[in-house]
């Protein structure tokens, strides 16, 4: 089975599709993005596609290779993106010229459903204790929220406290039904992280998301010094060799790598693997479209160590689009009690709505990050 051809679709709200057709006919699908610079990402993917076309679908180990140490320059968001969707459309071939799921192929299922967690709030995150009572009451047991707004490299107190009383207001309205995931969102310097870190505690994360950006994670040893919630990271990290010095360290807790920027499934299972030898817990990085998600959940099927999966149905960004309306059978993502149940379809386990991807494909998108700034005029983090 040889690639024949590569196409992109740039699909609303801010996602990039590409399917891979062989020369059988037969189609795979994936997600390489980088949200915001979605064109540049796909101008990624053309240059990579002349080390594609003709070869074998099939070996997708050597081609990730050719891919990843076939450029002097390697790695980093855009790079590694565009290599993730490719891989992830190779794997979505094989299960399909094989006919079992991708987990299937790589050692087999260790769980039959997968627990799932909702976002509340937003960006300036407003009434999440009723939304967290909403999200109780569709059946998730887990909930993940921005912990702030801006904040300045020294603030004030009273941001912190702001954030605070949100938490505490949802402890309040869904007490320990629901186990909340707190995201700072790299927004945080290190002095208000200690802050923020030691107001929390009372009310019991599940744990801290980017309590740093990752080029400082060196401050996550003083940070995890101060709290017993668990600290996650990772969404803005790739390759193994990305995550090798994070996790020989010991300072996170549970590790978020996308499978849509870390390198694909693959490469994401060989993290996996790493963090488990350190006792590391995965939660895959997941706010982008049913193709992402899918591989994220192929991942979580065949990965001891995957606890909690995020996926993005009526996350703030999907405007215009959601989640589902790109699926033929948008009931594989189905979520009863907060879990979503095993794959069984085989490659991702998806059926993708070609004539709605060439649809809104024709539409395109033209989304960025908020350019944020402080008090007195500077840039503030996202």
């Known amino acids: 089975m040889k690639i024949q051809k590569l196409e992109l679709f740039k699909v609303a709200p801010r996602w990039l599709f590409l399917k891979i057709t062989a020369d059988d006919g037969t189609v795979g699908w994936g997600e390489p993005v980088v949200e915001g610079r979605a064109d540049t990402v796909a101008a990624a993917v053309q240059e990579l596609s002349e080390y594609l076309i003709g070869k074998e679908a099939g070996n997708i180990e050597d081609l990730w290779q050719v891919l990843y140490r076939g450029g002097f320059y390697r790695g980093g968001p855009i790079l590694t993106s565009a290599i993730s969707g490719i891989e992830q459309a190779l ?15 790589l050692g087999g299922a260790v769980r039959e459903k997968v627990k799932v967690y909702a ?21 998730y047991k887990a909930v993940k929220m921005n912990g702030t707004e801006e904040l300045d490299w020294i603030d004030s107190h009273k941001k912190i406290e702001q954030a605070v009383e949100r938490i ?11 186990e909340i995931g707190i995201d700072f ?25 980017e309590p740093v950006l990752a080029e400082n994670n060196e401050a996550l040893a003083e940070i995890a010094r101060m709290t017993s919630i668990p600290i996650a990271t990772g ?79 009526g996350i703030h960004y999907n405007q215009g689009s959601d989640l589902l309306d790109y699926l033929i059978d ?7 009690d907060g879990y979503v149940a095993k794959l069984r379809k085989p490659g991702l386990g998806i059926d993708i709505n070609e004539e709605k991807v ?5 539409i395109g998108h033209n989304w960025r990050n908020p350019v944020w700034r402080n008090a007195d005029g500077s840039i503030a983090e996202w």
């Open 235 to 313: 969404e803005r990290m790739y390759t193994r060799w990305g995550f090798k010095q994070l996790l020989a360290s010991g300072w996170a807790d549970i590790i978020q790598p996308d499978l849509s920027h870390a390198g694909g499934i693959w490469e994401t299972r060989k993290i996996a693997a790493m963090a488990e030898a350190f006792d590391v817990a995965v939660a895959p990085h997941c706010p982008l479209g049913p193709i992402a998600l899918a591989a994220s959940l192929q991942l979580d099927f065949c990965t001891p160590n995957a606890f909690i999966q995020e996926q993005s149905l």
């Open 168 to 178: 505490a207001a949802i402890r309040e309205e869904v007490g320990g039904e629901l």
């Open 330 to 336: 948008p009931a594989v993502f189905q979520y009863e």
């Open 358 to 362: 060439r649809e809104m494909s024709a």
């Open 119 to 139: 976002w509340i709030g937003g960006d300036r995150p407003a009434d999440t204790a009723a939304a967290a009572r909403r999200q109780l009451e569709a059946g």
């Open 185 to 209: 969102h790299g927004r945080v310097h290190k002095g208000m992280a200690k802050a923020l870190v030691k107001e929390l505690e009372p009310y019991k994360p599940m744990f801290i998301e």
């Open 91 to 105: 794997w979505d071939l094989k299960g399909k010229r094989y006919g079992v799921p991708v987990y299937e192929l």
